[in-house]
Nanobody
Framework: QVQLVESGGGLVQAGGSLRLSCAASGSIFSISTMAWYRQPPGKQRELVARITSGGSVNYADSVKDRFTISRDDAKTTVSLQMNSLKPEDTAVYYC??????????WGQGTQVTVSS
């Protein structure tokens, strides 16, 4: 079955960088979009970045010019390079994959903590 495994979370100081990766495995039938969401403490889950099968990307305004999402279809992975991290970026980050039949898959989440 489909499994998404996130990695790369951790503790970093403000201004630092972190790279999250999500590896998908199992019977995903034609991945459409891949995305990263995050849920800060006490807040709702929000979209951070999304990348389509065609390579189009969109970012939350709060992370534009700091985060970069990328995908490797051969490896069925999606990554999020996070630079110039701020304390407000602290959240649990979730990998999301949607196939062409709009079936969503979620990772277990990885904690990112940015200290000031």
């Amino acid at each position: 079955q489909v499994q998404l495994v996130e990695s790369g979370g951790g503790l970093v100081q403000a201004g630092g960088s972190l790279r999250l990766s999500c590896a998908a495995s199992g019977s995903i039938f034609s991945i459409s979009t891949m995305a990263w969401y995050r849920q800060p403490p006490g807040k709702q889950r929000e979209l951070v970045a999304r990348i389509t099968s065609g390579g189009s990307v969109n970012y939350a305004d709060s992370v534009k010019d700091r985060f970069t999402i990328s995908r490797d279809d051969a490896k069925t992975t999606v990554s999020l390079q996070m630079n110039s991290l701020k304390p407000e970026d602290t959240a649990v980050y979730y990998c999301n994959v949607v196939n062409r039949w709009y079936t969503p898959y979620w990772g277990q989440g990885t904690q990112v903590t940015v200290s000031s």
